[in-house]
């Protein structure tokens, strides 16, 4: 089945008793009745399509809220859902998200998607059209038109959503993104974000095929995604991130989580134009290292533009003299400016050791804003927000103290096992009406086409493209067949 035909019919689905294709089960008709039961003030009932991994975290930070009760898991890998069904033996099990939704249409108000990227659009999309509450992990889906339509469906139904980027509600990227906001640099032209890590692969498309694990339905784990054969540790269950059928890359993943605060922060909008220096592609797996280049519209805290450069994979990222640091010695006699964005990008890769006496301790992660008034350095994460002024750090503790007073945010806490639930628990509270998310999929589905966009320039390796948000495509035609694709029948 073609994806705009999947997204057209489940658009209906939840008013809709003609028979549907097997990709999406019809829903019963005591649940066309009552297509949108009264959420319960007190409990929130709650469906778990995904329950290993990230999937079992995610359980885990739901269910720590004191008014959930888990009535659905749901998982295609039997050990997944044997695991998860020991902490909640009340808990119904299902091993096809279909099958759950259809039937436990009544019985659940909120679903919770942690599954690799492909699926994540097809299980929260139906979920949505029977007017669930869906909390979907990043990137929110796998393609641009599926971002788009999910956050179509989720305003015209006024749910309740939210985008799985934990850090959002951190105490440092809050920080960061009022300080940024309060002009403690000025208008900010550039952004350069990073991460090392290699969810890409380079290498020849795997041949041959395995047994397929007795815990794994490999149908039910493929989806909506095209047949090929189970190989072992290929797909199934760490390494999808790498690969085009089912992750997004590096980017996908991490670039989520880094691109969120300065993207928030600046209140962007999806960008113009769009470059990626990587390999060519393989038709297989994503490049290991990429450097894209973004190009966004102006808004009340930048320049008339904003560039904006991501690095990832082994080395990133790439040596520029807006990423020196307080105390890097001086190279090739060019001094820093702060304030004004480098000359060229310094295309040869160096060492991470030679990048640290350079550079300076640059965080591992993390991103630096340039503005007209300095630099902002972001760590990635937990770490407190650090400004550079010609070349020196400059003390902001009092910036610092004034945010925290006027906007009540207290101090920070460097916990991760206390404060990664709070974004969860943001969730359930915006379901039981006392509280708003704070990464709905409003947000996050402009969030999420910026990075895919990132990842289909990676076909068009050294290629400008340019983006026509209102139209949705782009100008170079040969790119919009990435937009979207198509869905098997399964």
Known sequence: MKKRDFLKKSAILASSTAVMPSILLACKTEAKNNPKPPTNTKRLRTAHIGVGNMGAEDLRDIASHQKVDVMVLCDVDANNLAAAKKLHPKAKTYTDYRVMLNEMALEIDAVIVSTPDHTHAPASLMAMNMDKAVYCQKPLTHYVSEAREMKKIAEERGLVTQMGIQVHSFYDYKLATLLIQSGIIGK??????????NWGYD????????????TLDWNLWLGTSSERPYKENVYHPGNWRKLMDYGCGTLGDMGVHIFDTPYNALALDVPMTIKNECRAPNGFGYPENNVVTYEFPGTAYT??????VWYDGPGAPQLHEDLRLPGAMENSGTKNQ???SGKDDVKDKISLETKQTEQGQLPEQGAMF???????????FMELPKKIVNGEYVDISAEIAEMEKIHNMGKPIRNY??????????FVDACLGTDECTAPFSYASRLTETILLG?????????TLHWDSANAKFAEAEANQYLGGDYRTF
Request: proline content about 11%.
């Open 370 to 380: 340039i503005g007209e008034k300095g630099r902002l350095l972001l760590p990635h």
């Open 303 to 308: 320049a008339d533009t904003l560039k904006w």
């Open 188 to 197: 900010v032209h550039t952004v350069r974000a990073w991460s090392p890590k």
């Open 203 to 214: 290498g020849a498309e795997p041949v041959g095929q395995d047994p397929v694990p007795e």
């Open 417 to 426: 096992a206390s404060e990664g639930p709070k974004h969860y628990h943001q």
């Open 455 to 463: 990842v289909i320039a990676g076909r068009f390796p050294n290629e």
């Open 338 to 340: 702060d304030g004004n």
